[in-house]
Protein backbone atom coordinates (compact mmCIF):
# COMPACT_ATOMS: atom_id res chain seq x y z
CA UNK A 1 0.00 0.00 0.00
CA UNK A 2 2.10 3.35 -1.10
CA UNK A 3 1.90 6.20 1.06
CA UNK A 4 1.68 4.24 4.45
CA UNK A 5 2.82 6.13 6.62
CA UNK A 6 2.66 5.17 10.11
CA UNK A 7 5.86 3.64 11.63
CA UNK A 8 4.31 1.13 14.09
CA UNK A 9 1.90 0.11 10.95
CA UNK A 10 5.04 -0.21 8.67
CA UNK A 11 7.21 -2.17 11.13
CA UNK A 12 4.21 -4.88 12.00
CA UNK A 13 3.62 -5.46 8.36
CA UNK A 14 7.10 -5.91 6.95
CA UNK A 15 7.09 -9.26 6.41
CA UNK A 16 10.09 -10.22 3.82
CA UNK A 17 8.36 -9.75 0.84
CA UNK A 18 10.10 -12.47 -1.74
CA UNK A 19 7.99 -12.83 -4.59
CA UNK A 20 8.00 -10.36 -6.48
CA UNK A 21 6.90 -8.82 -9.57
CA UNK A 22 9.68 -8.28 -12.41
CA UNK A 23 8.04 -4.33 -13.36
CA UNK A 24 10.62 -1.80 -13.34
CA UNK A 25 11.40 0.15 -10.06
CA UNK A 26 11.00 4.25 -10.95
CA UNK A 27 14.22 5.50 -9.70
CA UNK A 28 12.86 8.10 -7.73
CA UNK A 29 11.51 5.39 -5.63
CA UNK A 30 14.90 3.72 -5.26
CA UNK A 31 16.50 7.14 -4.48
CA UNK A 32 14.04 7.74 -1.75
CA UNK A 33 14.91 4.24 -0.06
CA UNK A 34 18.83 4.83 -0.21
CA UNK A 35 18.23 8.49 0.89
CA UNK A 36 16.51 6.69 4.18
CA UNK A 37 19.69 4.41 4.43
CA UNK A 38 21.93 7.37 4.50
CA UNK A 39 19.87 8.66 7.69
CA UNK A 40 20.91 5.83 9.72
CA UNK A 41 22.96 5.60 13.02
CA UNK A 42 26.68 4.32 12.08
CA UNK A 43 29.36 4.49 14.15
CA UNK A 44 31.66 8.21 14.21
CA UNK A 45 29.10 9.39 11.88
CA UNK A 46 32.40 8.21 9.49
CA UNK A 47 29.62 6.58 6.72
CA UNK A 48 32.26 4.58 5.25
CA UNK A 49 28.78 2.86 3.95
CA UNK A 50 28.75 2.25 -0.24
CA UNK A 51 25.38 1.04 -1.33
CA UNK A 52 25.61 -0.88 -5.13
CA UNK A 53 22.68 -0.31 -7.19
CA UNK A 54 22.28 -3.34 -9.15
CA UNK A 55 19.89 -3.65 -12.30
CA UNK A 56 22.28 -5.26 -14.86
CA UNK A 57 20.64 -8.80 -14.98
CA UNK A 58 23.79 -10.58 -16.12
CA UNK A 59 25.31 -9.72 -12.95
CA UNK A 60 22.48 -10.75 -10.66
CA UNK A 61 22.69 -14.02 -12.44
CA UNK A 62 26.06 -14.63 -11.46
CA UNK A 63 25.77 -14.28 -7.90
CA UNK A 64 22.42 -15.92 -7.95
CA UNK A 65 24.31 -18.72 -8.89
CA UNK A 66 25.98 -19.11 -5.05
CA UNK A 67 22.93 -18.10 -3.63
CA UNK A 68 21.08 -21.13 -4.89
CA UNK A 69 24.16 -23.43 -4.57
CA UNK A 70 23.92 -21.96 -1.02
CA UNK A 71 20.34 -23.10 -0.47
CA UNK A 72 20.97 -26.36 -2.02
CA UNK A 73 23.70 -27.26 0.41
CA UNK A 74 22.64 -25.66 3.88
CA UNK A 75 19.64 -23.44 3.81
CA UNK A 76 17.31 -25.97 2.01
CA UNK A 77 18.37 -28.89 4.30
CA UNK A 78 18.35 -26.82 7.40
CA UNK A 79 14.87 -25.37 6.78
CA UNK A 80 13.40 -29.72 6.60
CA UNK A 81 15.32 -30.30 9.55
CA UNK A 82 14.50 -27.14 12.23
CA UNK A 83 11.22 -26.36 13.93
CA UNK A 84 9.38 -23.65 13.63
CA UNK A 85 10.56 -20.58 15.46
CA UNK A 86 7.98 -19.14 18.34
CA UNK A 87 5.22 -17.53 16.79
CA UNK A 88 5.24 -19.19 13.85
CA UNK A 89 2.65 -22.88 13.27
CA UNK A 90 4.26 -25.04 11.33
CA UNK A 91 2.13 -24.35 8.08
CA UNK A 92 3.21 -21.00 7.70
CA UNK A 93 6.68 -22.40 8.15
CA UNK A 94 6.36 -24.32 5.73
CA UNK A 95 4.85 -21.44 3.41
CA UNK A 96 8.26 -19.48 4.49
CA UNK A 97 10.09 -22.38 3.35
CA UNK A 98 8.44 -22.61 0.00
CA UNK A 99 8.84 -18.21 -0.34
CA UNK A 100 12.39 -19.10 0.69
CA UNK A 101 12.70 -21.35 -2.31
CA UNK A 102 11.02 -18.96 -4.49
CA UNK A 103 13.28 -16.01 -3.88
CA UNK A 104 16.40 -18.73 -4.37
CA UNK A 105 15.29 -19.46 -8.03
CA UNK A 106 13.84 -15.79 -8.73
CA UNK A 107 16.75 -14.01 -7.14
CA UNK A 108 18.11 -12.38 -10.56
CA UNK A 109 14.32 -11.68 -11.79
CA UNK A 110 13.92 -8.84 -8.65
CA UNK A 111 14.19 -6.03 -10.77
CA UNK A 112 16.39 -3.88 -8.94
CA UNK A 113 19.03 -5.25 -6.19
CA UNK A 114 20.93 -2.29 -3.64
CA UNK A 115 24.00 -3.96 -2.04
CA UNK A 116 24.72 -2.75 1.42
CA UNK A 117 28.68 -2.38 1.98
CA UNK A 118 31.32 -1.01 3.94
CA UNK A 119 34.54 0.41 2.95
CA UNK A 120 36.84 -1.19 5.55
CA UNK A 121 39.92 -0.62 4.04
CA UNK A 122 42.60 -2.97 5.16
CA UNK A 123 40.66 -3.43 8.49
CA UNK A 124 39.72 -7.13 9.56
CA UNK A 125 35.97 -7.11 9.54
CA UNK A 126 34.71 -7.51 13.54
CA UNK A 127 31.34 -8.32 15.26
CA UNK A 128 30.97 -4.42 15.31
CA UNK A 129 31.47 -4.05 11.93
CA UNK A 130 27.70 -4.99 10.92
CA UNK A 131 26.34 -2.95 13.54
CA UNK A 132 27.43 0.29 10.96
CA UNK A 133 25.79 -0.64 8.13
CA UNK A 134 22.69 -2.65 9.43
CA UNK A 135 20.47 0.44 10.79
CA UNK A 136 20.88 1.42 7.33
CA UNK A 137 19.46 -1.83 5.65
CA UNK A 138 16.82 -1.06 8.33
CA UNK A 139 15.98 2.03 6.87
CA UNK A 140 15.87 0.67 3.46
CA UNK A 141 13.70 -1.81 4.06
CA UNK A 142 11.56 0.16 5.79
CA UNK A 143 11.33 2.74 3.62
CA UNK A 144 10.72 0.63 0.59
CA UNK A 145 7.33 -1.39 2.47
CA UNK A 146 6.07 2.86 2.85
CA UNK A 147 6.43 3.04 -0.29
CA UNK A 148 4.40 -0.30 -1.64
CA UNK A 149 7.52 -2.36 -2.41
CA UNK A 150 8.54 -5.93 -1.42
CA UNK A 151 12.16 -6.39 -0.14
CA UNK A 152 13.98 -8.74 2.10
CA UNK A 153 17.02 -8.62 4.03
CA UNK A 154 19.10 -11.54 2.53
CA UNK A 155 22.91 -12.40 3.40
CA UNK A 156 23.16 -16.07 2.17
CA UNK A 157 25.75 -14.73 -0.53
CA UNK A 158 27.98 -14.55 1.93
CA UNK A 159 28.11 -18.36 2.30
CA UNK A 160 30.06 -17.98 -1.11
CA UNK A 161 31.29 -14.75 0.03
CA UNK A 162 34.76 -14.69 -2.19
CA UNK A 163 32.90 -15.35 -5.51
CA UNK A 164 29.80 -13.52 -4.91
CA UNK A 165 31.36 -10.36 -4.27
CA UNK A 166 33.77 -11.32 -7.39
CA UNK A 167 30.69 -11.57 -9.32
CA UNK A 168 29.75 -8.03 -7.81
CA UNK A 169 32.71 -6.32 -8.69
CA UNK A 170 33.34 -5.07 -5.47
CA UNK A 171 37.17 -3.71 -5.76
CA UNK A 172 39.47 -4.70 -2.50
CA UNK A 173 38.88 -3.40 0.93
CA UNK A 174 35.31 -3.34 0.55
CA UNK A 175 32.66 -6.18 1.97
CA UNK A 176 29.43 -6.37 1.40
CA UNK A 177 26.84 -7.03 4.08
CA UNK A 178 23.22 -7.60 2.42
CA UNK A 179 21.58 -7.56 -0.64
CA UNK A 180 17.87 -6.48 -0.52
CA UNK A 181 16.29 -7.73 -4.07
CA UNK A 182 13.56 -4.74 -4.50
CA UNK A 183 10.04 -5.07 -6.52
CA UNK A 184 6.58 -4.97 -6.43
CA UNK A 185 5.42 -7.73 -4.27
CA UNK A 186 3.08 -10.09 -5.79
CA UNK A 187 1.30 -10.67 -1.95
CA UNK A 188 0.15 -8.18 0.69
CA UNK A 189 1.74 -7.09 2.94
CA UNK A 190 1.20 -8.94 6.58
CA UNK A 191 2.17 -9.29 10.17
CA UNK A 192 4.90 -10.64 10.91
CA UNK A 193 5.07 -13.56 12.97
CA UNK A 194 7.05 -13.63 16.51
CA UNK A 195 6.93 -15.03 19.99
CA UNK A 196 5.71 -12.75 23.06
CA UNK A 197 7.77 -10.63 24.38
CA UNK A 198 6.84 -11.66 27.91
CA UNK A 199 9.29 -14.38 26.87
CA UNK A 200 11.93 -12.42 25.32
CA UNK A 201 11.98 -9.18 27.80
CA UNK A 202 13.47 -9.33 31.62
CA UNK A 203 13.68 -6.80 34.28
CA UNK A 204 16.58 -6.26 36.55
CA UNK A 205 18.01 -9.69 36.97
CA UNK A 206 18.02 -12.36 33.93
CA UNK A 207 15.16 -14.66 33.96
CA UNK A 208 12.49 -11.97 35.96
CA UNK A 209 9.81 -10.96 34.03
CA UNK A 210 9.14 -7.86 33.13
CA UNK A 211 6.12 -6.07 34.52
CA UNK A 212 5.63 -3.32 31.41
CA UNK A 213 4.41 -6.12 29.05
CA UNK A 214 1.27 -6.22 28.35
CA UNK A 215 -0.06 -8.37 25.27
C1 LIG B 1 20.77 -11.51 9.06
C2 LIG B 1 19.61 -11.94 8.19
C3 LIG B 1 19.86 -12.66 7.04
C4 LIG B 1 18.81 -13.07 6.24
N1 LIG B 1 19.09 -13.75 5.07
C5 LIG B 1 18.07 -14.14 4.29
C6 LIG B 1 18.35 -14.77 3.05
O1 LIG B 1 19.50 -14.94 2.64
N2 LIG B 1 17.29 -15.18 2.30
C7 LIG B 1 15.99 -14.99 2.70
O2 LIG B 1 15.08 -15.38 1.97
N3 LIG B 1 15.70 -14.35 3.87
C8 LIG B 1 16.70 -13.92 4.66
N4 LIG B 1 16.44 -13.24 5.82
C9 LIG B 1 15.04 -12.94 6.18
C10 LIG B 1 14.56 -13.79 7.36
O3 LIG B 1 14.44 -15.12 6.94
C11 LIG B 1 13.22 -13.23 7.86
O4 LIG B 1 13.41 -11.95 8.39
C12 LIG B 1 12.62 -14.11 8.95
O5 LIG B 1 12.32 -15.36 8.46
C13 LIG B 1 11.36 -13.48 9.51
O6 LIG B 1 10.41 -13.39 8.48
P1 LIG B 1 9.44 -12.14 8.39
O7 LIG B 1 10.31 -10.94 8.52
O8 LIG B 1 8.78 -12.28 7.06
O9 LIG B 1 8.47 -12.24 9.51
C14 LIG B 1 17.47 -12.77 6.61
C15 LIG B 1 17.23 -11.99 7.75
C16 LIG B 1 18.29 -11.56 8.52
C17 LIG B 1 18.01 -10.69 9.72
Not at 3 to 26: H, N, S, W
Not at 101 to 117: G, K, R
Amino acid sequence: MPGDTDLFEIMQTMRAMRRLKPDPVPDELIGKILQAGACAPNGGNTQRWRFLVIKDSQIKRAVQVHYKRAFDEVIGPRYLNSAPPPGVSRERYNRQHAAVEYLTNHFHEAPVWIVACLEEGTATPTRGSGASIYPAVQNMLLAARALGLGATLTTRHLLYEKESEAALGLPPGVHSYAILPIGYPMGKFGPVGRGPLADIVYQDRWGNPYRGVKE
